[in-house]
Structure formats: C-alpha cells, structure tokens
C-alpha cells in the first residue's frame, strides 16, 4: 500500500491523558498535513511540514498539541491533558510541494476522549 | 478570508439521475477551488479543481464542475448517478496553490444513490 496510513484507527483515552498519532505519508512527498475533522464539518487545518520543517504551527488549537516529522518522513501529533473537546477525527494528508494543493489523505484517527 | 457553503448535508438520488451538489464561495481574492470525496472507509481524494482558464473543469468518474464568478458558485454535477458514487463531497477554497494551509472547506455533502 502506498497511501498515506495514519496509526492507531481509533483511540479511546480518559480525560487528562496524554495521546500520540502516527502518520506515515506517501514517500516521495515533501509535503506533510494535519487537519482535524469534529461531526458535521469539514477538516480543519493545525499545522504542515516541508520537509522536517514545521512552517506553520499558528492554527493549532492550543498549546497541548504539538507536531514533529524529525527526519522529514513520519510525523506525529501530540495531544497533552486531552480534553473531551478533543474528541474528533485527526486526518493527516501529503503532498507534493510542486503539486501542494492536491492532498491525499489518510483514513484518519478516530479519538474519543471519555 | 476565504469560505464555503455547500448547501445540503446530504442529498439522495436514484441511480441514473442527475447528481448535482452545491457549492458557494466567498473571497476576496481570485479563487483557486475544489471538490474532495471520501468513499466509506477511505481518506478524502481529490475529485477536481479550478485555477485558471477554462471555467468548466473535468474530474475523475465523469464528474465536473463550472466556475461561476458572477454566482460565486461551483456545484458539483454528474449527469447520471452511478452507486458507487455514494460517499462525502467535500468543497474548498484557497487563495493560493502554494500550500493547503490556506485550503478551506465546507461542511461536506453526504450523497446518497438509491437503486
């Protein structure tokens, strides 16, 4: 499979705890995305890498969640003290950089923060 | 800021009907758009999109899209609704192609296809 895949489907965490998502994007993409998804809308944006580089990080939803892509080819999401607000859908998404705005996107994880 | 209005959460056709999903932008920019899908289980695709040129533009499983600049408007039509077209559309904005940081979407479109 070459698609983007995002690691775990779902997780289930009580309120407080800590969380981390994997995403491993399509190979030869530079370009990695992370979006959040909640019930009846459509994704919205957190953060994107170039490379390793995290180039914009403004539109996270607060300091508990933090991204990194260390060496420029998975990237994880963090989430400390996870809130039931919380509780979403968090899609990941490559591309390339000369062809950035088309994404292709993983399936998603599913977090449900009780 | 850009935004989009995609009106109907879901839309229900029978198979070899007219499939169209609406779209409307707002900008204040020339905007570049477009249309994602996501079938059951799968990570959103892109269907197709607008930048320059040609206002009719054609996507993958005979599905296109024309740009009106006087309606503000984008609608998604396929002539003839096909089962496996039942998934979540999904239209977006962006005032530019360098970076989907900038990439807004609707609230998404839940097609149906009836047999």
């Known amino acids: 499979d070459t698609g983007v895949s995002q690691d775990p489907r779902h997780k289930i965490t009580k309120r407080g705890q800590n969380v981390t998502f994997r995403c491993d994007p399509i190979?030869?993409?530079?370009?990695l995305y992370w979006y959040r998804q909640t019930l009846g809308q459509g994704p919205e944006f957190l953060t994107y890498f170039q490379n390793e580089a995290q180039l914009e990080k403004s539109r996270l939803l607060s300091d508990r969640f933090s991204a990194e892509r260390p060496k420029g080819s998975f990237s994880t999401l963090e989430i400390q003290r996870t809130e039931q607000g919380d509780s979403a859908m968090y899609l990941c998404?490559?591309?390339?950089?000369?062809?950035?705005?088309?994404?292709?996107f993983g399936s998603g994880t599913q977090l449900s923060v009780l | 800021a850009q935004s989009v209005t995609q009106l109907g959460s879901h839309v229900s056709v029978s198979e070899g009907a007219l499939v169209l999903l609406r779209c409307n932008y707002s900008?204040?920019?020339?905007?570049?758009l477009f249309w994602y899908v996501q079938y059951p289980n799968q990570g959103l695709q892109l269907l197709l999109k607008y930048t320059t040129g040609a206002t009719l533009v054609k996507g993958i499983n005979g599905f296109e899209a024309e740009f009106k600049k006087s309606e503000t408007s984008f609608h998604l039509t396929k002539p003839s609704a096909h089962m496996s077209d039942a998934a979540e559309y999904f239209c977006a904005v962006s005032d530019n192609l360098r970076g989907a940081n900038n990439l807004f979407f609707g609230t998404g479109t839940r097609l149906t296809v009836i047999p």
């Open positions: 190979s030869e993409h530079n370009r």
């Open positions: 998404a490559s591309a390339l950089t000369s062809q950035s705005e088309k994404l292709f």
């Open positions: 900008s204040s920019v020339p905007p570049y």
